[in-house]
């Protein structure tokens, strides 16, 4: 009995060592490999396979971050840049209008970007947005079937 006990309980122990982990933030970890217990094996394979799952997603987040930040900071050093030299009087009218419109579009760029991370944002926590809209079968399928069919007498008979 104490033999089957240790058995069962040691890669339970394990999984419970590499959850802690975790949470610790330490996505790589090793797990034992295949055990003769066919429930205890599984349990081990698909924490595993979450720990890498985790792991590959905890890489993108940290990527599209950095990716991010850096879109957002080249727009906003550009934005300051121009709006300093109008300001410095470093440009006179027409390439000041120039530098202004740049700014402009620059801020509009931003806008986009800010407004996309929501809508990513939303994405994640509540899943896709779908817009419910009514059409009727025969304008949603009538073109390709009547181009599919050929002549225009077949057309007409198929109409009608």
Same mark, same amino acid.
Request: hydrophobic share 40%.
């Given at each position: ?9 040691? /890669? ?20 034992? /490999? %295949? ?5 205890? @094996?599984?349990? &081990? ?7 890498? *799952? $985790? +792991?590959?997603? +905890?890489?993108? *987040?940290? %990527? ?7 879109? $957002?900071?080249?727009? &906003?050093?550009?934005?300051?840049? $121009? ?7 470093? &440009?006179? @009218?027409?390439?000041?209008? =120039? ?6 579009? +620059?801020?509009?760029? $931003? ?9 990513? @944002? ?6 896709? /947005? ?22 225009? %007498? ?5 109409? =009608?």
């Amino acid at each position: 009995m104490y033999f089957l006990t240790k058995t069962l309980s040691r /890669p339970v122990v394990q999984v419970a060592k590499a959850a802690k982990q975790i949470e610790e933030g330490n996505y790589e970890i090793s797990l034992p /490999p %295949e055990k003769p217990q066919r429930e205890v @094996n599984d349990l &081990v394979q698909s924490f595993q396979t979450m720990a890498d *799952r $985790l +792991e590959h997603l +905890e890489k993108l *987040r940290t %990527e599209l971050l950095a990716g991010v930040t850096h879109e $957002l900071k080249t727009s &906003v050093t550009s934005i300051s840049g $121009l709006l300093r030299a109008v300001k410095d009087g470093v &440009v006179s @009218n027409k390439e000041a209008d =120039s530098f202004v419109e740049t700014a402009l579009e +620059e801020t509009e760029r $931003l806008q986009t970007m800010v407004t996309d991370l929501l809508e990513l @944002n939303s994405f994640s926590a509540k899943g896709v /947005p779908l817009e419910v809209d009514t059409h009727s079968f025969y304008e949603v399928v009538s073109d390709p079937i009547i181009i599919s069919i050929g002549s225009t %007498e077949q057309k007409e008979r198929f109409i =009608s």
